[in-house]
């Protein structure tokens, strides 16, 4: 596996999502005195930016330390599919999560307070309203359920394939127990943020976990077939 083709299917994802994310969300009919739409507008405690960091960087950056200490026998070959799969997961998991906001177009906790934005530009509002429209699913949840899950599994399948080489701790049931139980509970706490900020409904965060959790075993399951090819 090339280097180039994880660059190639970045600037794919990266492509797709700025298409998708421009495109206007299904119009819905809705009641100025429905309480679930209601809620004030808050400040995000997870911003787009910081998911980005949070959500993708970081396993990537963890992926890069433990192999830049980890020596394994098939090299540059194994660390490139790992980091392909991962983001071919990623790919496919925002093509599902935008297109689902797009066709469902359900209205966020804080639609009608954006409704009433009247200090900002015309440009400005006609935004915050379309992103208002696109609540389900939550792509915060997908993609944090998504990678987490993804470098958890990846310490699952460690031992048998050396992945990470001989990183001891991958080698205890323990540990390989506990990266599933943390990555549970970090992408469940992101996920519960987007609750506390107005941005989503419970059942988005849901729905969000699913087609993370879907795409992540995905990625899993195709780098699994393709590790057997080169051990």
């Given at each position: 596996m090339r280097i180039s083709y994880v660059v190639v299917t970045t600037i794919i994802g990266i492509f797709i999502f700025r298409y998708l994310d421009s495109m206007n969300s299904r119009i819905q009919e809705y009641d100025i005195n429905d309480v679930s739409i209601s809620k004030p507008m808050k400040t995000e405690t997870i911003s787009n930016k910081v998911l980005l960091a949070v959500g993708l960087l970081l396993p990537l950056t963890i992926m890069f330390i433990l192999f830049r200490i980890c020596k394994n026998l098939k090299g540059a070959k194994v660390e490139n599919s790992v980091y392909f799969f991962l983001m071919l997961g990623v790919v496919?998991?925002?093509i599902i999560t935008e297109l689902l906001k797009i066709v469902v177009g359900r209205l966020r906790p804080d639609f009608l307070e954006r409704c009433m934005m009247t200090n900002l530009k015309e440009i400005q509002i006609q935004h915050l309203i379309n992103d208002?429209?696109?609540?389900?699913?939550?792509?915060?949840?997908?993609l944090v359920f998504n990678t987490f899950l993804y470098l958890a599994?990846?310490?699952q399948i460690a031992p048998k394939?050396?992945?990470?080489g001989e990183f001891a701790c991958s080698q205890k049931k323990a540990f390989?127990?506990?990266?599933?139980?943390?990555?549970?509970?970090?992408?469940g706490l992101v996920g519960y943020t987007r609750i506390l900020d107005n941005r989503h409904h419970f059942t988005d965060i849901a729905a969000g976990a699913f087609i993370g959790m879907f795409c992540g075993i995905l990625s899993l399951f195709l780098l699994f077939k393709k590790l057997k090819t080169l051990y």
């Open positions: 496919i998991n925002t208002g429209r696109k609540s389900f699913p939550s792509a915060h949840s997908s599994g990846l310490f394939y050396s992945v990470f390989r127990c506990l990266s599933i139980i943390v990555a549970f509970i970090l992408a």
